[in-house]
């Protein structure tokens, strides 16, 4: 009951005071095709990985959206992001643990349609089982910490 009643009253407030739209929102429409998209390599990416942006600006501060080509056994070392990262499995499959450590004892394989949430400063890994596409979404700027640094 409580939880209901602030939710309102905020909304109440927010409404009253104008609030600004966020920050980086989009107020028209987009459709991207997969023909559409640019890939490119980054040296913060696994050997033979791309990625494509498919909305927003990943250096910015601003709602993005970017897609991974991932070749089988590609690995993200230990890591953590500095912004919440949601990532959809579109195609193939990733194995991912979380920790400090690779442990595969500990992981998870997940097949394309998985959905994983991370919050930020959550220490993890991943690595893809056979060729993958990935698509993170979050709001930017987009960063990537190693857990050991030089560890890509």
């Known amino acids: 009951m409580k939880k209901t009643l602030g939710i309102a009253a905020l909304a109440a407030t927010?409404?009253?005071?104008?609030?600004?739209?966020?920050?980086g929102a989009r107020t028209t429409p987009l459709i991207v095709t997969p023909s559409q998209?640019?890939?490119?390599?980054?040296p913060?990416?696994?050997?033979?990985?791309?990625?494509a942006v498919v909305d927003g600006d990943p250096s910015k501060v601003e709602h993005?959206?970017?897609r991974l080509m991932l070749p089988d056994g590609a690995t993200f070392p230990p890591h953590y992001h500095g912004g919440d990262e949601m990532v959809t499995v579109l195609q193939g499959s990733i194995v991912v643990?979380?920790?400090?450590?690779i442990d595969l004892a500990k992981s998870q394989t997940l097949p394309a349609g998985s959905?994983?949430?991370?919050?930020?400063g959550v220490h993890h890994?991943?690595?893809?089982?056979?060729d993958a596409v990935l698509q993170l979404s979050g709001m930017g700027p987009m960063t990537q910490t190693n857990v050991k640094p030089g560890s890509m």
Do not use: E, H, I, S
């Not at 959905?115 to 930020?120: I, N, S």
């Open 14 to 23: 927010l409404a009253l005071l104008g609030a600004a739209p966020m920050m």
């Open 37 to 42: 998209l640019q890939w490119t390599t980054a």
């Open 44 to 51: 913060d990416l696994p050997a033979g990985a791309k990625m």
């Open 64 to 66: 993005y959206t970017v």
């Open 97 to 101: 643990g979380l920790g400090d450590t």
């Open 115 to 120: 959905y994983v949430f991370l919050p930020a």
């Open 125 to 130: 890994w991943a690595r893809a089982k056979g």
